[in-house]
């Protein structure tokens, strides 16, 4: 007797403690979307891959202008000229893997770089508006299968991402 009761004040304390707890949702694309600061970003990561798909391209048909002069040349060379043309082929062939590999990382490392103040700012805004409303979850709507209910927080963060986001750009 003396258990269930003990059983059913956890219970009901838990149930009396989850009652209090309040909840908000935003919308991240929305708030990402909005941002000045990550339509810069945006921009500035596509021109990066802009260029360097230009090197490629570039380097790519250097080897294929090389290959074509090895081929039209074969013919004519002796067996160490035309080793020694392989060769070259083989090296631009893989300078052209590594810089690719290269570049991929590269860009991996500048959209790091450009996104991780951006969603610094909207985790803090995110956090200063929660903290105003005494809210213990803010929950990302995009991510979420289903929510019903809740304060949708949206708008407010958005103002305070934009004030963050204007402090940032000074």
């Not at 062939?93 to 590594?98: D, H, P, T």
């Amino acid at each position: 007797m003396r258990r269930l009761l003990l059983t059913l004040l956890v219970v009901l304390s838990a149930g009396a403690s989850m009652a209090q707890q309040k909840f908000g949702h935003v919308n991240s694309q929305k708030l990402l979307d909005t941002l000045p600061s990550r339509k810069e970003a945006i921009k500035k990561l596509k021109d990066f891959e802009f260029a360097g798909t230009k090197e490629l391209e570039e380097m790519q048909i250097d080897l294929e202008k090389a290959y074509a002069k090895y081929q039209k040349d074969q013919p004519t060379m002796s067996p160490v000229i035309q080793q020694i043309e392989e060769e070259k082929l083989v090296r631009k062939q893989n300078a052209l893997q590594e810089r690719e590999q290269t570049l991929t990382r590269e860009l991996q490392a500048v959209s790091q770089d450009l996104n991780t103040p951006i969603l610094d700012r909207v985790q803090r805004s995110v956090k200063i508006v929660a903290d105003r409303k005494k809210l213990s979850y803010v929950i990302d709507e995009t991510v979420t299968l289903y929510f019903a209910g809740g304060i949708d927080l949206t708008a407010e963060v958005l103002i305070e991402l934009l004030r963050l986001d204007k402090e940032e750009a000074k």
